[in-house]
């Protein structure tokens, strides 16, 4: 069973910055992408931001500019620096891994349970 520990969601003032972090528990055999998606009430869920194969990082047009997206191999962690937000930057944030746990296995996606940004004065 992966697990998922998200940290550094919250309230954060129009213009200033966040930066949560997931870390996936297990193991994998490889891990094709990982990254951050977002929901907000009556929206689909969209991409944040990707790191890809190759190590190439993709972010969505709403964040390009704005958004950092990290990697720690080792720690099987994955970070996103977010700055100058802004209240349509409001959403339960998800952190997202594709990989396969084992050789033996297909390629699965795996979802975070979501921590909360809320973008507010």
């Known amino acids: 069973q992966v697990q998922f520990v998200e940290l550094g969601g919250g309230l954060v003032q129009p213009g200033g910055s966040l930066r949560p972090s997931c870390a996936a528990s297990?193991?994998?055999?490889?891990?094709?992408?990982t990254g951050w998606y977002r929901q907000s009430p009556g929206k689909q869920r969209e991409l944040v931001a990707a790191?890809?194969?190759?190590?190439?990082?993709r972010y969505g047009d709403s964040v390009k500019g704005r958004a950092t997206i990290s990697r720690d191999n080792a720690k099987n962690t994955v970070y996103l620096q977010m700055n100058s937000l802004k209240p349509e930057d409001t959403a339960v944030y998800y952190c997202?891994?594709?990989?396969?746990?084992?050789?033996?296995?297909?390629?699965?996606?795996?979802w975070g349970q979501g921590t909360q940004v809320t973008v507010s004065s």
């Open positions: 997202h891994l594709r990989g396969r746990r084992t050789w033996f296995e297909n390629i699965d996606d795996y």
């Open positions: 297990g193991t994998f055999a490889t891990i094709d992408t």
């Open positions: 790191i890809i194969p190759g190590g190439i990082s």
